[in-house]
């Protein structure tokens, strides 16, 4: 698996993204922070799009997106081809996000989570597979 993580976020996701980024780098990811380090207001859109464009350009396997609801940040991302961003609030959404939608992109509501949760939300989706088969067939047909 590709260690690198491509991670993004607008002034309401620093505190969660100072924690993941820390998470992560302690098992070992590289990550690649496209997000902003300050509480100053920000446009998410500034921060999706980049890390979309990782993705699609196969730069990582993975991208986390982090922002007050997640919405803006996920329905950015997703207008890029092959990018199957997920809005996940709780593990069970992050886990069957991967296992059925084959996502790539991880998007976590800061305002709404604890940063112990969006750490095991990232942990979980990183480690969960795509179980393909009967899914492959409904995520073939997402990219228009």
């Not at 989570?113 to 899914?135: A, D, K, S, Y």
Request: glycine share 8%.
């Amino acid at each position: 698996m590709n260690k690198t993580i491509y991670i993004a976020n607008d002034h309401a996701g620093v505190e969660l993204k100072e924690a993941v980024v820390k998470h992560l780098e302690e098992n070992d990811y590289t990550v690649i922070n496209l997000g902003t380090n300050t509480l100053d207001s920000v446009d998410y859109p500034d921060f999706a799009h980049p890390l979309a464009k990782a993705i699609e350009e196969g730069k990582a396997q993975f991208g986390i997106l982090i922002c007050g609801s997640a919405n803006g940040v996920c329905i950015t991302a997703n207008k890029h081809q092959n990018v199957r961003a997920a809005l996940c609030w709780k593990n069970e959404i992050a886990s069957l996000a991967r296992q059925h939608n084959d996502a790539n992109v991880l998007g976590l509501p800061a305002r709404f989570i604890t940063i112990e949760e969006g750490i095991e939300m990232v942990h979980t989706f990183l480690n969960t597979e795509f179980e393909g088969g009967r899914h492959q067939g409904r995520v073939d047909k997402i990219s228009c």
